[in-house]
């Protein structure tokens, strides 16, 4: 299991929202993402050059208030962070939903935007380092996990929601992880036994989940 992140090549965080429109809205006008396709409740997003699937930086599900919440106090997502040619200006704007986003300059020729950073809150850091670090062999610099696309981040909080399940709340859903076509999910998955990490493979071994230290679902898809 130690290998497979030589395998991805990104990570999209999926967040639940209660208005797609209006927080669609958001992420074109203030944010200057494009959406790359639309299929029932999921919105995908990407840069203003985004041509397919693999462009994405973040997917949005609409979940009406029938069956999920506004969280109680502090949410999972913190802050997530991307890096985009279209501003000469760093700057942060919140989300309809009272998500946080900090958007700098390119600092490279391309034109794609970057997901950079996913910032968490948790009430247990060394938790969440370890399902990284221990069950992946990932590398951690201080209170974030090192990858080779990004990192992802933690801060310590409270909040009633914090280990919630994640289809309960307008919040971080899932981190998806991007993995090559030749990848054998099914064959890594049986390393996940010895870690005694509960998962699925579906049965044409195309997406691995399993739940991260907070309930957060872990994507490794094709």
């Known amino acids: 299991m130690k290998t497979i992140f030589e395998n991805v090549s990104c990570m999209v965080p999926v967040v639940r929202v209660n208005n797609r429109d209006l927080n669609l809205a958001f992420y074109k006008d203030v944010l200057g993402l494009k959406v790359i396709s639309e299929e029932n409740a999921l919105a995908i997003l990407g840069g203003k050059s985004a041509k397919n699937l693999d462009d994405a930086v973040l997917i949005i599900e609409e979940s009406p208030s029938m069956r999920t919440r506004a969280v109680t106090g502090a949410k999972k997502l913190k802050k997530i962070v991307l890096a ?58 201080g209170n974030s996990v090192s990858l080779p696309f990004g990192t992802i981040s933690y801060t310590e909080a409270t909040g009633a929601d914090l280990m919630t399940k994640p289809e309960e709340v307008w919040d971080i859903e899932v981190i998806e992880f991007k993995v090559a076509p030749e990848v054998d999910l099914k064959q890594i998955s049986q390393q996940l036994d010895g870690l005694g990490l509960p998962y699925y493979v579906d049965k044409k071994g195309k997406i691995l989940t399993l739940h991260d230290a907070q309930n957060i679902e872990i994507w490794f898809a094709k």
């Open 84 to 141: 985009s040619p279209e501003f000469k200006e760093g700057f942060e704007a919140t989300s309809p939903e009272g998500d946080l986003f900090e958007v700098v300059p390119m600092q490279s020729e391309t034109s794609d935007v970057i997901l950079q950073d996913i910032q968490l809150h948790t009430e247990n850091i060394a938790a969440c380092l370890a399902f990284y670090t221990e069950g992946f062999g990932l590398s951690s610099q």
